[in-house]
């Protein structure tokens, strides 16, 4: 069963940073795709960042473009997210994802919440 | 950025009814759409991809259609656990995208 189980969620001031984890089970990790994508209180979904399986490629919502990077560790099963000069908009959900064959994402993380705030 | 336009906003329907929720892309992505499932509190769930294939497990009353920019997902014979909010995605192009959602509440 695959399972993703993210943490490092919390409460940060306004310009602070904080990284949050993404640990795997269940499937090939390192033949994996993953996102990053979040959802603010109350609001739709948001696609935030992306990595190829061997960590080479990554790509980025503009609205975190220069702030946050996506990582991997394959001997760890574990892909991550460093976001720096958060902001209150940055506040919301965020959800770990792997795109399977078909490009869609097939398996969810729990996700874990980030709010910025003074 | 491609823009994916979904409506209703919401739609009220009778349990054993049929919903049929639309989503419009502002470009052609061909077939690369996906429909997700969300109940509040809990993590999205993979429906549909590639427009119209359903992902493992999914019951047939869910079936998607469309290419283009014209897409449509229908619900049929509607169960309580059905009522949720759906949201389209298109992975056609970077950045990937999602449509606002369509809340399905009961009538």
């Known amino acids: 069963q695959e399972v993703l189980v993210e943490s490092g969620g919390g409460l940060v001031k306004p310009g602070g940073s904080l990284r949050l984890s993404c640990e795997a089970s269940?499937?090939?990790?390192?033949?994996?795709?993953m996102s990053w994508i979040r959802q603010a209180p109350g609001q739709g979904l948001e696609w935030v960042s992306y990595?190829?399986?061997?960590?080479?490629?990554?790509y980025y919502a503009d609205s975190v473009k220069g702030r946050f990077t996506i990582s991997r560790d394959n001997t760890k099963k574990s892909v991550f997210l460093e976001m720096n000069s958060l902001r209150a908009e940055d506040t919301a959900i965020y959800y770990c994802a792997v795109s399977g064959d078909n490009d869609a994402f097939d398996v969810w993380g729990q996700g874990t919440m980030v709010t910025v705030s003074s | 950025e491609i823009v994916l336009t979904q409506s209703p906003a919401t739609l009220s329907v009778s349990p054993g009814d049929t919903a049929t929720l639309s989503c419009r892309a502002s470009q052609s992505i061909r077939n690369n759409l996906a429909w997700y499932q969300q109940i509040p509190g809990r993590a999205p769930r993979l429906l549909i991809y590639?427009?119209?294939t359903r992902a493992t497990g999914v019951p047939a009353r869910f079936s998607g259609s469309g290419s283009g920019t014209e897409f449509t997902l229908s619900v049929s014979s509607l169960q309580s656990e059905d009522f949720a909010v759906y949201y389209c995605q298109q992975y056609s192009n970077w950045p990937l995208t999602f449509g606002q959602g369509t809340r399905l509440e009961i009538q």
């Open positions: 990595i190829t399986a061997s960590g080479q490629t990554k």
């Open positions: 269940g499937f090939v990790f390192s033949d994996s795709y």
């Open positions: 590639a427009a119209s």
